[in-house]
């Protein structure tokens, strides 16, 4: 049992650049996010998912798309990178929403850089 | 809407001393409240959590929090500090919109000197 994984762990693009951050669980969950950390401003949440073929847009969603084609995989997709989205990114994932959603489980996080 | 502030951005403490931790929360209703702690370059573990059950809630590694609706606080604590809690804590809320997002605050990190 892996838990959430999160590919790559760093990564430097130049300005325009797209790229896609992996992240898979394998604990059969319904629910799956990605948050964006920096500092002073805590975790700030990007996209979520409630399930298979269901995502919706958190607190920053701009500049970034996400799909859920299967319930495992979750990616994080930057269209045209900006220096605003150099970040460290979390994918983090839960049995289902409602009061079950407070025990997330985190991915060990993506260092992103955009120069 | 809720939200949740915490006080203080860093605070320092020497090993073997007390740990407080301040968060105060705004929520329209009675709220569910989470400690998150964050070790250097690792992801978020839930510490604790309050789901009006209890107003003091004990959490892992001696952690524990004490809900107090009249000063819409929630301040986590600790009586004694060990080098290896040295970390970020995040204080959290989640939302009571159909999402269920979760809310974070800004985090304080923990120093600890021998």
């Known amino acids: 049992n892996a838990g959430v994984t999160q590919t790559p762990k760093f990564q430097v693009l130049k300005t325009g650049q797209s790229m896609t951050l992996q992240c898979a669980q394998d604990?059969?969950?319904?629910?799956m996010s990605w948050y964006r950390q920096d500092p002073g401003m805590g975790l700030r949440l990007i996209h979520y998912?409630?399930?298979?073929?269901?995502?919706d847009q958190g607190e920053v969603p701009n500049g970034y798309n996400v799909s859920r084609s299967t319930t495992e995989d979750f990616p994080l997709r930057l269209l045209s990178a900006a220096p605003s989205q150099t970040s460290v990114y979390f994918c983090?994932?839960?049995?289902?929403?409602?009061?079950?959603?407070?025990?997330?489980?985190f991915g060990s996080g993506t260092q992103l850089s955009v120069l | 809407a809720q939200s949740v502030t915490q006080l203080d951005s860093h605070v320092s403490v020497s090993e073997g001393t007390p740990v407080l931790l301040r968060c105060n929360y705004s929520?329209?209703?009675?709220?569910?409240l989470f400690w998150y702690v964050q070790h250097p370059n690792k992801g978020l573990q839930l510490l604790l959590k309050?789901?009006?059950?209890?107003?003091l809630v004990k959490g892992i590694n001696g952690f524990e929090a004490e809900f107090k609706k009249s000063e819409t606080s929630f301040h986590l604590t600790k009586p004694s500090a060990h080098m290896s809690d040295a970390a970020e804590y995040f204080c959290?809320?989640?939302?009571?919109?159909?999402?269920?997002?979760?809310?974070f605050g800004s985090g304080t990190r923990l120093l600890v000197r021998p």
């Open positions: 929520s329209s209703y009675s709220p569910s």
């Open positions: 604990m059969n969950h319904e629910y």
């Open positions: 309050y789901t009006s059950a209890a107003t």
């Open positions: 983090a994932s839960s049995y289902s929403k409602g009061q079950q959603n407070e025990k997330l489980f």
């Open positions: 959290v809320v989640i939302s009571m919109d159909s999402s269920y997002k979760l809310i």
């Open positions: 998912s409630v399930g298979a073929g269901i995502t």
